[in-house]
C-alpha cells in the first residue's frame, strides 16, 4: 500500500481548484514556454561558470600560438608557473564544461516525455485535466495519470516566469520508489486566476513537506 495516497473522501473542502483544457497547438505552447524557463534560469544562474569556460578556452587556444616564431618557449620563459597555471585551466575547462555539457543534455530531456505525448497525438481537445488542491494533500486527474497524494508524497514545487511545476523524488529513493509511476505535472501560470493566492498556499505548504523554490525573476515576485 502507498504510504502517500491520499483519501479525498475524508477531506473538507479544497481551497482551490484549477481545470484545463489543452489543444494540441497549446499544449507545445506550454512545453516551449516551460523550457525557455529552464534556459533562462540556467544562464542566469550559471553566468560565471559560463564565462569562466569562455576565458579558459580562449587561454588554451593561446596557448597554442607562437606569437615569436625564433622563440616557441616565449610563454614559458616569460609567464611564471605557466606549466602549473595552463594545467589548472585545462583540468577546470574539462571540468565545468562537462557541467554545461550535462546540464544541456539534461535540457532536452526534461520536456521529452511531454513531446511524446504531442508527436503521438494523445493530446485531445476533449480531455479535461483538473487539479485540486487541499490542505493535506492534491488530486490530480491528467490525460495520461490521475494522482491522489499527501503533500508529503512531492520532492519540490517550483515557479518560474510561465510554470507551476510540481515534482517527485527519483524512482530509487526511499520516497521515490512508492511515485515512480508518476510523472512531474507542469501548469501555466497563465491560466491560473489566482495565482499570487495558489503560490503563497504552496510555499506554506513547503515549510512542512516538500521543498519550494521560486525561480523567477526579481520584478515578477509579487509573493510575499
Known amino acids: 500500500m502507498n504510504p502517500f495516497h491520499f483519501d479525498v473522501t475524508t477531506q473538507e473542502q479544497p481551497f482551490y481548484k484549477i481545470d ?7 499544449y507545445k505552447e506550454m512545453i516551449t514556454d516551460f523550457k525557455n524557463n529552464l534556459i533562462r534560469n540556467y544562464k542566469r544562474k550559471f553566468k560565471l561558470i559560463r564565462w569562466v569556460v ?4 580562449f ?7 607562437r606569437f615569436t616564431f625564433d622563440d616557441p618557449q616565449y610563454f614559458h620563459k616569460n609567464i611564471p608557473y605557466y606549466h602549473t597555471i595552463m594545467q589548472t585551466v585545462g583540468i577546470t575547462f574539462i571540468i565545468f564544461g562537462l557541467f554545461i555539457l ?16 504531442l508527436s503521438k ?11 485540486t488542491f487541499y490542505s493535506e494533500g492534491f488530486v490530480f486527474n491528467e490525460f495520461n495519470q490521475n494522482m491522489s497524494l499527501y503533500w508529503d508524497a512531492l ?6 516566469d510561465t510554470s507551476l511545476v ?5 524512482p530509487k529513493t526511499e520516497k521515490g520508489k512508492y511515485t515512480a509511476e508518476y510523472d512531474e505535472v507542469i501548469i501555466p501560470l497563465k491560466l491560473i486566476q489566482e495565482k499570487d493566492y495558489l503560490i503563497n498556499a504552496l510555499k506554506e505548504l513547503g515549510k512542512h513537506h516538500f521543498d519550494f523554490e521560486d525561480q523567477r525573476k526579481r520584478g515578477t515576485k509579487n509573493v510575499n
Open 102 to 117: 550535462a546540464f544541456k543534455i539534461g535540457l532536452k530531456g526534461a520536456v521529452s516525455l511531454q513531446e511524446s505525448y
Open 59 to 65: 587561454l588554451i587556444a593561446a596557448s597554442f600560438i
Open 121 to 131: 497525438g494523445l493530446i485531445k481537445e476533449e480531455d479535461i485535466n483538473h487539479y
Open 54 to 57: 569562455f576565458i579558459e578556452l
Open 20 to 26: 484545463i483544457q489543452y489543444t494540441p497547438s497549446s
Open 166 to 170: 510540481f515534482a517527485f523524488c527519483p
Open 155 to 160: 520532492h519540490y514545487v517550483a515557479v518560474y
